[in-house]
């Protein structure tokens, strides 16, 4: 296999630690929405089914969530992260269900999608009072990508007192197409 000469390892870490849903359809999305918003190219990853929400008790297993907080925080601790980005996804209020976390249909099989929503934000408010858990020191910003009926693809923020970016504005819907 000839060798790519623009495609080097380097020595230096990211800073940033990616936590987000091992879900490859929003990969392409997921990169592009970390460049946009906070121009991050490398970036250290912890893809797990349920992406941020795998850090959560929620459901009948609280000792994976326990395990996942504990790999989350060698992670940060180990390569000196500075900012943790924790990523739900799952339908947008007027999606379909099949846009759903598969993790959370698995956590919680009986939910309606607007439960499902509501408790992927209860979880991240719960894992932003709970950071210095799984995320030592570093800074922690949440996102749920959302995804329309017509599959369109949004990152919303589930921190609404915090600022994000380079230009610090108030975080909102960010469509990323």
Known sequence: MPTQPELRWTPARPNVLVVACSDGRLQEATDAF???????????????PGGGGALAPTGSDPIRAQQMCAECKYLVDLHAVRRVILLFHGPSADGRIEAACAD??????????????????????????????????????LFRCEVDAAGSLTFVNLDPDATFGSDKRARGPRQVV
Not at 34 to 47: A, T, V
Not at 112 to 135: F, V
């Open 34 to 48: 970390l460049e946009l918003e906070f121009k991050i190219k490398r970036y250290d990853r912890f893809y797990v």
């Open 104 to 141: 959370y249909r698995r956590k919680l099989p009986w939910a309606t999608l607007e439960e499902i929503r509501a408790r992927q934000e209860s979880d991240a408010i719960d894992l932003l009072g709970r950071r210095r858990e799984w995320a030592s020191e570093a800074g922690v910003l």
